[in-house]
């Protein structure tokens, strides 16, 4: 079976673009998060949805947006870009609601400059 | 808000025990969970401990005292391949605290 799957892999945006990132769980996984991993630090979570409602929010300015659709599949929003944006974007599913056992997709490389 | 400490750095030969504590103080606990990330890749599971005590898996074991905040990951006959940092993330139900992560260096 295919594990999370994330594009793209790589991404360089400029300050003040929007980006959007995509993710797709292991079939059969209802919950998706989101997390952030700037270098030399520990992934910082950034949103779960499970079943389409959004579950929980870290502690992120309203710049990022997230949705789940019907198929389960998740996107990650972005507005006005800054520098400190730069980061690699980890998205993780799991087969419940709880985080117990979250899988990570490859990540995506976001670049701003 | 949470509070995650581990060692920033680690190195250790072939062959050898490496011990790589955490402690945390969490808004909310249900867990702690323990991940591998290499270089440039996503991380990877390792552990989950629920109950206090030690869970042992191959050449991995997780320690949990949940009272006293503390947990570590026990890695055992050191080969090259576990150079890699290593995340100790408690959780709250929905969400995983990652610490900063600890780079094991595994020298010949």
């Known amino acids: 079976d295919a594990g999370v799957t994330q594009s793209p892999t790589h991404l360089i945006k400029t300050r003040g673009q929007q980006v959007t990132l995509r993710c797709s769980p292991i079939?059969?996984?209802?919950?998706v998060s989101w997390y952030q991993q700037v270098l030399g630090q520990g992934p910082q979570f950034i949103f779960q949805y499970y079943e389409k409602e959004e579950r929980g929010r870290g502690n992120f300015p309203d710049r990022f947006s997230a949705r789940q659709f019907p198929n389960y599949s998740s996107e990650l929003n972005v507005n006005a870009l800054l520098l400190g944006d730069s980061a690699l974007y980890l998205c993780a599913s799991s087969s419940l609601g709880k985080s117990y056992e979250q899988y990570f997709g490859p990540g995506t490389r976001l670049t701003v400059t | 808000g949470q509070n995650i400490d581990q060692p920033t750095e680690m190195t250790a030969t072939e062959g050898a025990i490496v011990q790589i504590n955490c402690t945390y103080q969490?808004?909310?606990?249900?867990?702690l969970f323990w991940y591998q990330q290499h270089a440039g890749e996503a991380p990877t599971f390792l552990s989950y401990n629920v109950l206090d005590g030690l869970e042992e898996k191959g050449r991995f074991s997780s320690f949990l005292s949940r009272s006293k905040g503390y947990s570590y990951l026990l890695l055992k006959e050191l080969q090259m391949k576990d150079s890699a940092s290593y995340l100790c993330a408690p959780t709250n139900d929905y969400k995983l605290s990652f610490g900063a992560g600890t780079t094991v260096t595994v020298r010949a």
């Open positions: 969490t808004s909310g606990f249900n867990g």
């Open positions: 079939s059969g996984h209802k919950s």
